[in-house]
Structures are given as structure tokens and as C-alpha cells.
């Protein structure tokens, strides 16, 4: 599929920003005066970054209001919800910690646990999409999530960031590993795509259309494989191996700048790849898919 940059940023930045909030909810930082203003600032400026960029992908910004509408049955609109809740309960416990005026921290876990719930909402628009075989599997949420947890653990300083930061590692090659396979394990070919299976197998004479149109532009994008396997490595090394090792080096707060500034770098290439190399299978009715 096409990887419009302003979903690239909504998801990269949303998934860092709620993951330190949910950390700062926790309680994992107690921070106060203007340090709590900071850290608070950054988790919300990621947050909010990342969800405006979300709305430059509509054709139309204010259809973003009708998000809300759909909750019973679309991801997005329950993200949507999920994501307003989030930043309005953390809201007077980040004004707590910045004036130190001692509000019960269970507040602040309920926002947290929303943060992560905003995540997954936000995986599970992708992965209920059964047209994008390489999606549609239990990895996808999964790997939003180690992404979301292992940022937030790095931007509070958390002893266990490395071995976080190495999971995403982990769970990259494994959503690689079964996503190469999955367009062929779902089974669909051109016949299926154009209902003329049961008459023996079609081919494509001419085109379906003389002219580009939106599916040909937004659902078939084809990667080059050498390309793919540099930007996976690439992925790997920024998003997880390197940012990993910066923190078991003693720098202090510029080191988690640094693995912060690595790992979102890394993440970014990763989320390329995640809408670059998804096959929809809508390319099949053009010929453009196996």
C-alpha cells in the first residue's frame, strides 16, 4: 500500500507519545515543578503530534469529527474516543505532578492502562483489515504495542528498556518472517479477486482502467526486495540493537536522547515498510499482485 507520510507520523508518534504517557501515569517517574513540565510536555507534544498528522490524510480534515460516530463498529472511531479519554484523564495528574498538589496516583494508572488501550486501538484499524493478509494476524497488535511499551520505557529511564528495546528486534522479524508468507497462505488470485475462479483461470487482456485512479494509487505500491532488505536492516538496527546498547552506556539523560532519537528514526523506517510492502489483494483485479 501507499505509506503516506502523515500516517507514518500518526502512528510512529502516537505509539511513543501514549507509551511514555502511560509510564508517567504509572507512576515509573515522579517528577515536579518544571522537570514534571517537560516530561509531561514531551508525552503529550508526541501524543498530539501524532494524531493531527492523522488528519492530514483525510481528504477533507473536519470529517475527523465524525470519527467519533462509529464507535460500535470501527477501530478508528473507538482509537478516537480511546485517545480523547487518555489525554484528559492524565490531564490533572500531569498538573499534579507540575504543581506537586498530591492527587491519588490511581488516576494516573487508569489514564496509563487507557494510553496502552489507545495503542492497541490503534494496531487493531490495521489488523481487522482482512483484505491486507499481511496485517490480518495476531503479530500486527502485538508489535504496535512492544513499540509503544519499550519507547515509553526508554523516555522514563527504566532499567528494562534495553531488553524491551530488543524485543521490538524480536517481534520485527517475526511480523517480517509471517508476513512475506501470509498473501500466498490467504489463498487469493485473480479469479477470486474477479469471481471468474469457477470458469477456469483469467488473465488480464488490458487494463481495468486507461487512467490512475484512487486503488491503483493507494493499494498497490510494490517495494523492491533489495530495497525492503536494507530498510529491515536499517529498521532492526536503529529501532532496537543500537538504542539498546546506547542505554547500557553510562550518559545519563543525553543517552536516552540519543537512543530516543535512534529508536524513532528506526521506527519510522519500520513503519515505511509496515504500509509499503502490504499487499492488498484489490491488486489482483489489476494484475499487479501474484
Known amino acids: 500500500m501507499h505509506p503516506a507520510p502523515s500516517v507514518i507520523l500518526f502512528s ?16 515509573a517517574l515522579l517528577p515536579s515543578g518544571w ?23 483525510l481528504g477533507n480534515p473536519k470529517n475527523a469529527l465524525k470519527a467519533f460516530t462509529q464507535c460500535r463498529t470501527s477501530w478508528l472511531s473507538r482509537e478516537a474516543w480511546a485517545s480523547v479519554a487518555t489525554l484528559l484523564i492524565l490531564a490533572p495528574v500531569a498538573l499534579s505532578d507540575i504543581f506537586t498538589l498530591g492527587l491519588p496516583r490511581i488516576i494516573g494508572q487508569i489514564g496509563g492502562t487507557l494510553a496502552i488501550l489507545t495503542v492497541f486501538t490503534t494496531a487493531m484499524i ?16 502485538v508489535m504496535f504495542l ?33 508476513g ?5 497462505r490467504a489463498g487469493q488470485t485473480m479469479g477470486t479477486a474477479t469471481g471468474l475462479d469457477r470458469l477456469g483461470v483469467p488473465s488480464v487482456l488490458d487494463p481495468a482502467h486507461t487512467a490512475g485512479n484512487y486503488l491503483k494509487r493507494e493499494m498497490i505500491f510494490v517495494v523492491g526486495r533489495k530495497h525492503a532488505a536494507k530498510l529491515r ?53 489489476y494484475g499487479a499482485r501474484g
Open 233 to 285: 536492516k536499517i529498521a532492526l538496527a536503529l529501532a532496537s540493537v543500537l538504542p539498546a546498547l546506547v542505554l547500557l552506556m553510562p550518559f545519563g539523560i543525553w543517552g536516552i536522547a540519543l537512543a530516543a532519537i535512534l529508536h524513532l528514526a528506526g521506527a519510522l523506517a519500520a513503519r515505511w515498510l509496515f504500509f509499503a510492502e502490504a499487499e492488498h489483494v484489490v491488486g489482483l483485479y
Open 35 to 57: 522537570h514534571a513540565f517537560f516530561l509531561w510536555g514531551l508525552g503529550y507534544g508526541l501524543a498530539v503530534a501524532g494524531l493531527l498528522a492523522a488528519t492530514f490524510h
Open 126 to 141: 490495521y489488523t481487522q483489515i482482512k483484505a491486507v493478509p499481511r496485517w490480518h494476524h495476531w503479530l500486527t497488535p
Open 180 to 184: 512475506d508468507k501470509a498473501f500466498a
Open 146 to 178: 512492544t513499540f509503544a511499551v519499550a519507547g515509553g520505557a526508554m523516555l522514563a529511564g527504566m532499567g528494562l528498556a534495553p531488553v524491551l528495546l530488543l524485543a521490538v528486534g524480536a517481534i520485527l522479524w517475526a511480523v517480517w518472517r509471517v
Open 12 to 27: 510512529t508518534l502516537s505509539g511513543l507519545g501514549f507509551g511514555f504517557l502511560a509510564f508517567l501515569g504509572w507512576g
